[in-house]
């Protein structure tokens, strides 16, 4: 298995075609979507006006991202006068890089981590480790995830593929806990009172960012459990890593993504705790901040003028819990850190659509629209799939699917071809056919016929009874 | 090397953007409630309360009685700037404390910047009587004394109500009940890693 | 009103009696039908597929043939949408400013059989007919693209001598997709799998439907099965009425049993 990052190790189907097979985690699945999309229905209702903010924060995300350069030169700016530092990132190597020597130049041994998939995307934990700086996830599900050897399997909730068991057994294990039951409080308690220590003594902490302000220099992390505001508070170091599509050009524009981040992603009001902070604030938590902007194939995804859309994205993972192809084959089939419908269009792009494993993504949908429907920053996500299918194609070599295609279209491009094709058909399916339909067929086919039936071309197509009857009748 | 790779971000980004259209955004003034404000107040009371803080509603003369009880026999955190004259009997405590110290008070009490009814959030900017943030966050009870005028209706009338604090360089926590994960199986366990419980104290 | 039908490849192919029974029940209601048969495919299959470029000719050559219709009407839901929603997008990906202009107006045309009958004609009541217990399974692109909302469910109770049953989880989908079941097989299996469950929980002797693409992937599965369930367009529920003895073996699960009597 992948240890994080964003390049899948093979091809959606082959990963879909394993991880189907384990009943556990599909029943998990299965009970958190469920759930979840049910939540968040009623939150999204509360509020009269959703399409309207919606609206909104989709429009203020093209605005921020039709000036980045501008945003984020401004957002230095604003960082800096609150005696922040600002690092530039081309690349996930240059980023860790980056995060990493500044750790070791405080001589840390082990730093603390708030949970942020941009420090998973960049594989920062490896690189620490191989300095011989240890990472600890201080998020609960990072942490179960972190103890097991395993990868997130979903952005908001990376353990979700894991029930009470299986983490009461890890516990136990890894952390010599002693407990009673697997109620999830009493497995939370034991997560609590292992981190507390590490967030009293540890001088250095990691966390990604959920946006920024331009104007005021102004970062913010929403989360739940409360380790985010140890970690952004208690150190005295604190680097956040954060994709450059994160900006906002004002304070005023964080409103709408204060009421459509937590209703999409947890379907709560508003979130426990989020953390706003600007800079350095004179004897008041970290006395030195590091942001750390990173590129990463971003500025390949604003070049498209169909893909950019892709950066509006806020991370709230509606779409995932709306998928039913994530609901089925889970988040580790899409084997990168954005599993589910945002993964399929994000992933491919940020490897500049030359990654082939990443490239099956796209078509790893059946373009039934819940995403769309449930993004609260409106990205046309099946829209995108269709388009990015569209520049994969071309570039790939020719195959019987292509021969295929390509002779489909030639015949339909003239109706006589067409219904000659028809009589053929019917002409060469005689041997398929068995009562009526076609139990099995070889070839490109062969998915369809491993589970269902087709139905046979029946004996005259609609054209030929229409002249027949059809038109009189 | 640092500034190789800020130009080549800002070239890039630069090359992306430069054709296209500009999108627009009107950035209007939030527009102001409609609903009366004691309904604001109830609903922003009803709210905290359903994500399990525990709610008082007290008149300013019932105010001090109400934190004397609540405090009582607890060694209580005060940050500077908190209103001397509802203290009363409690001795407000210096917090020059290493987080360690910190550790071992029962509970802290502070006033707030603003709080929001759509969400039962209660948002500190950490200003006076408010204290920094670590005074908020390490001991395991946190009593907040909120101004029934503190209180807005709408997530965006707080941002507004916040546009100073933020310029000012002030951080901010919004609170919405006690911390919570629902990591485990998507159950809601109350209470991780901030103050396992948050009392608002609601003076109308 | 003219209408134009548009009968959609994969009707004209395997499932004409869809396309009969279409133009029976617009005749029925007072309408003249037309019937070009210079039309082929819309060239959703290529686009969605990835096969954009071989897509654009049959784009052009659809706006060529409905060019001078009144309205376009067609019973399939997918089809639609890809006329109306993504035809713009394929001009503009294209960067054809004429065909976009072209398109976006006969997208304004053309319509999906239920919303037609229900929002243009104003009918819920179509006479018919159809003395069986069926189940409606809202496929996505009708019910997210399209937006044709409980249209058909109008249709479908004003049916006389049908039973109509809730389909349990019916916004989810069957997991067909067009390719998506070639190229991901396992996993739309896994999605057909919960459908059909859903189905048979319902105790209805038929599904029906807006598209025949969903409902042979469904028929397939229920068929594979053996599970005595069957599959039926909803244009030719409408299309039945008492004087054609309507529900006998001619129309049930038409994609079965139709194919079977012609061949
Ligand atoms: S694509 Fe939309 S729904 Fe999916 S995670 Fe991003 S913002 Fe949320």
Known sequence: MSAGGIRPPRPFPDAARETLQDTQMRRNLKHATTTIREKRLRAVAELPDWEEIRTRGAALKDVALADLAEHLLMLEASVKRRGGQVHWARDGKEARRIVADLAAAHGAKEIIKVKSISSDEIELNAELEARGIHAVETDLAELIVQLAGDTPSHILVPAIHKNRAEIRELFRRELGADLPTDEPKVLAEAARLYLREKFLTTKVAVSGANFAIAATGTVCIVESEGNGRMCLTLPDVLISVMGIEKVLPEWADIAPFMQLLPRSSTAERMNPYTSFWSGVTPGDGPQEFHLVLLDNGRTDVLADKVGRETLRCIRCSACLNVCPVYERAGGHAYGSVYPGPIGAILTPQLLQLEDDNANSLPWASSLC???YDACPVKINIPEILIYLRGQITP???????????????????????????????????????????????????GGWTSSRNLPAFPAKSFRELWREEGQHG | MGNEARLEILTRINRATAAGERPQVERTAVPASVRPHAEIVAQFAEYAAEYRAEVHRVSEAELAALLTKLLAAQNVLVPEGFPAQVLLQLTPRKPQATHADLAAYDAVLTTCAVAIAETGTVVLDHGPGQGRRALTLIPDRHICVVRSEQVVESVPQAVAALQAAVEAGRPLTWISGPSATSDIELSRVEGVHGPRRLEIVLVE | MNIDLFITCLNDALFPQTGLATARLLRRLGHTVHFNEAQTCCGQMHFNTGYQKEALPLIRKFVNDFRDSEVIVAPSGSCVAFVRDLYPRAAEWAGDDGLLQEVTELGKRTYEL?????????????GAYYPHRVTYHPTCHAARLLRVGDAPLKLLRKVRGLTLIELPASDQCCGFGGTFSVKNPE????????????VLGTGAELCTAGDNSCLMHIGGGLSRLQSGAGVVHLAEILASTESMGAGNSETIGAMQVSAEALL
């Open chain 1, 369 to 371: 629209g819940a995403c």
């Open chain 1, 395 to 445: 570039h790939k070599t020719p195959n019987a699917e292509s021969i295929a295609m390509k002779t489909a279209a030639w015949i339909f491009n003239e109706p006589f071809r067409f219904e000659g094709a028809l009589k053929l058909a019917r002409i060469g399916q005689g041997p398929l056919v068995q009562h009526g339909a076609i139990h099995a067929l070889p070839g490109l086919l």
């Open chain 3, 114 to 126: 239920s919303e037609f009958l229900v929002r243009v004609l104003g009918v819920e009541d179509v």
């Open chain 3, 187 to 198: 996993t739309s299996t896994a999605m057909l799998a919960d459908k059909v469950q859903n």
